[in-house]
Structures are given as structure tokens and as C-alpha cells.
T-cell receptor, first 115, second 110 residues
Framework: KAGVTQTPRYLIKTRGQQVTLSCSPI?????VSWYQQTPGQGLQFLFE???????NKGNFPGRFSGRQFSNSRSEMNVSTLELGDSALYLC??????????????FGQGTRLTVV | KNQVEQSPQSLIILEGKNCTLQ??????????LRWYKQDTGRGPVSLTI?????NTKSNGRYTATLDADTKQSSLHITASQLSDSASYIC?????????FGAGTRLTVKP
């Protein structure tokens, strides 16, 4: 079965622009989480969506937002881009349902470069 | 404060040798601990998931241990291969939070 798909793989934007990233989870998975990965900060949790509702949120400014559609696909939006937003953005899908021991499957990530 | 500390930061070993990576965590309440392998430019791949009641779990040449009393975990790689070159990330979960370690960058040389 298909894995987690993130699009686009690479993106270059200029400061001040906004960007939308997409994540299609594994079929049957209802939870999608987003992460930012930078060399200096490592992996940091952005937010998690389950059944179209934001269930958890990390410590990121309001410029970072997301949503989830009825088919569990999720999008993440970053507005007013800053140079520091350059990072690998990863999404992970799980079955959801509150089972803490369920395995999370990551996508390949979207490499965002802000110039 | 919920934290995960990994050591060493980086490690270089020769092909065929064994190595052990360390993870100390302070998350509370603790739910489970995971080890991920991340190849350069790719997403992390799960190696092991352990709850507080599990002491050890293996996945091929990878063996993870967990001591919930001392809040320490280790990942042991046996008979390393060139393909083991990657970052290994320790993740500690509470019931509503995930804390990531900074990772250990492992390089296996021929």
C-alpha cells in the first residue's frame, strides 16, 4: 500500500510570501502530524490533525497553520515567510484513535528554502 | 521540563563493528519511547517502539533497551553495514506530547 506522500518535494520562496504544503496519509490513517526539521533545532512538532480537527499544537507562531480534509489529506500553510522558516517539513500519519503505541509513518518531506 | 538528550552527537565506526547509541529522557508522564532511523534527505523510519513495561526490543540487527527507572534507553547496532550510515533519533512520548532528541549522526566506513 502507498506510503505517506508529501508534495512538493522542494520549494523555493522569497521572504514575505506564503506557502502551502500537502500531505496524503496512508490509506485508513486518520491522524496527520506536521514537523519542522532544521540542523540547529532538530525535529520540532508543529501540530496534529485527527478527523479534520486540530488535536495538538506545538509552540510555533500563528503564521503556521494547517487543516485536514474529510479524506484525511492535510495541508500546512506558512504565511509571511522568514529566512528562518527554511527547513525540511515532514508529515507523519498514524491510525489515530488515541493509541499511543501506534506506529507513525513519515513522508519524504518538503524541503523549503526561503531566500 | 520534558527533554530528550542523545549521545554521542556523532559517531564514526568501521563496517562490521558494533555500536551503542544513548538516550536520556525526562518526559513525564511517560508513555512510550521510539527510535527512528533517518537517511539524509528522507523521512524518519521507525525502528522500535517500547512502552514502560518493555526492557528490550529487537528489529533485525537493531536492539533497543529501556530502563524506565533511570529514564535511559540505548540502541545497539550489531555488525554494522554501510547502509546503517544515518541519523538515529530518540523520541519520548507523553500522553499528549512528543519530544525529539537531536539525534546521533552515525557514519559507517568501509
Amino acid at each position: 500500500k502507498a506510503g505517506v506522500t508529501q508534495t512538493p518535494r522542494y520549494l523555493i520562496k522569497t521572504r514575505g510570501q506564503q506557502v502551502t504544503l500537502s500531505c496524503s496519509p496512508i490509506s485508513g490513517h486518520r491522524s496527520v502530524s506536521w514537523y519542522q526539521q532544521t540542523p540547529g533545532q532538530g525535529l520540532q512538532f508543529l501540530f496534529e490533525y485527527f478527523s479534520e480537527t486540530q488535536r495538538n499544537k506545538g509552540n510555533f507562531p500563528g503564521r503556521f497553520s494547517g487543516r485536514q480534509f474529510s479524506n484525511s489529506r492535510s495541508e500546512m500553510n506558512v504565511s509571511t515567510l522568514e529566512l528562518g522558516d527554511s527547513a525540511l517539513y515532514l508529515c507523519a500519519s498514524t491510525r489515530g484513535g488515541g493509541d499511543q503505541n501506534t506506529e507513525a509513518f513519515f513522508g519524504q518531506g518538503t524541503r523549503l528554502t526561503v531566500v | 521540563k520534558n527533554q530528550v538528550e542523545q549521545s554521542p552527537q556523532s559517531l564514526i565506526i568501521l563496517e562490521g563493528k558494533n555500536c551503542t547509541l544513548q538516550c536520556n529522557y525526562t518526559v513525564s508522564p511517560f508513555s512510550n519511547l521510539r527510535w527512528y532511523k533517518q537517511d539524509t534527505g528522507r523521512g524518519p523510519v521507525s525502528l522500535t517502539i517500547m512502552t514502560f513495561s518493555e526492557n528490550t526490543k529487537s528489529n533485525g540487527r537493531y536492539t533497543a533497551t529501556l530502563d524506565a527507572d533511570t529514564k535511559q534507553s540505548s540502541l545497539h547496532i550489531t555488525a554494522s553495514q554501510l547502509s546503517d550510515s544515518a541519523s538515529y533519533i530518540c523520541v519520548a512520548l507523553t500522553y499528549n506530547d512528543m519530544r525529539f532528541g537531536a539525534g546521533t549522526r552515525l557514519t559507517v566506513k568501509p
